[in-house]
T-cell receptor, first 112, second 115 residues
Framework: RKEVEQDPGPFNVPEGATVAFNCTYSNSASQSFFWYRQDCRKEPKLLMSVYSSGNEDGRFTAQLNRASQYISLLIRDSKLSDSATYLCVVNMRNSSASKIIFGSGTRLSIRP | GAVVSQHPSWVICKSGTSVKIECRSLDFQATTMFWYRQFPKQSLMLMATSNEGSKATYEQGVEKDKFLINHASLTLSTLTVTSAHPEDSSFYIC???????????FGPGTRLTVT
């Protein structure tokens, strides 16, 4: 089982739709969680951190469920510019080291 | 967000030569820098983690003698691909982080093509 798993998609939704995707992680010692977006042939850019209480940034809402070990990203009123690959990132830490694991990404395509 | 630069942005080199890529954090001190490689349509693969002033920690399967990492200061890390081969052609991305639980900021990447 992969340490961080995402549905690769692609998710193809019309402009204005609401779309959500999850990311599951296997290590309960995971401490920090992030969503990044990556456009084709570009570097990943931080979209938002994910906090235990859930957090919202404009049309984007991120949630963390520690009991079930997943994080989610909800995009409301999707725009054409939201088309990208969304990467789930988990920071795992034990007594000796910290390790960052990237999911393989979920591709999102918004159509007019 | 924080700014991380990478140089060069693209490079073409001949097989057998070495290539050095620089990664700089421009407006913060990076206690840790990471080097990733990404092949087309694939996810980022972590190659190594480097902490300033200490030896890099390489991921399994990454040859430390081939991919030399130097993290000489809190704002600069370099990756040298030695004796490059065509299969080393890839998108190399660095990232920097200010603290253990802080987010990473990525450089724009270096596209390496080995002919």
């Amino acid at each position: 089982r992969k340490e961080v798993e995402q549905d690769p998609g692609p998710f193809n939704v019309p402009e204005g739709a609401t779309v959500a995707f999850n990311c599951t992680y296997s290590n309960s010692a995971s401490q920090s969680f992030f969503w990044y977006r990556q456009d084709c042939r570009k570097e990943p850019k931080l979209l938002m951190s994910v906090y235990s209480s859930g957090n919202e940034d404009g049309r984007f809402t991120a949630q963390l469920n520690r009991a079930s070990q997943y994080i989610s990203l909800l995009i409301r009123d999707s725009k054409l510019s939201d088309s990208a690959t969304y990467l789930c990132v988990v920071n795992m830490r034990n007594s000796s080291a910290s390790k960052i694991i990237f999911g393989s990404g979920t591709r999102l395509s918004i159509r007019p | 967000g924080a700014v991380v630069s990478q140089h060069p942005s693209w490079v073409i080199c001949k097989s057998g030569t070495s290539v050095k890529i620089e990664c700089r954090s421009l407006d913060f001190q990076a206690t840790t820098m990471f080097w990733y490689r990404q092949f087309p349509k694939q996810s980022l693969m972590l190659m190594a983690t480097s902490n300033e002033g200490s030896k890099a920690t390489y991921e399994q399967g990454v040859e430390k003698d081939k991919f030399l990492i130097n993290h000489a200061s809190l704002t600069l890390s370099t990756l040298t691909v030695t004796s490059a081969h065509p299969e080393d052609s890839s998108f190399y991305i660095c990232s920097a982080r200010a603290g253990v639980t802080r987010e990473q900021y990525f450089g724009p990447g270096t596209r390496l093509t080995v002919t």
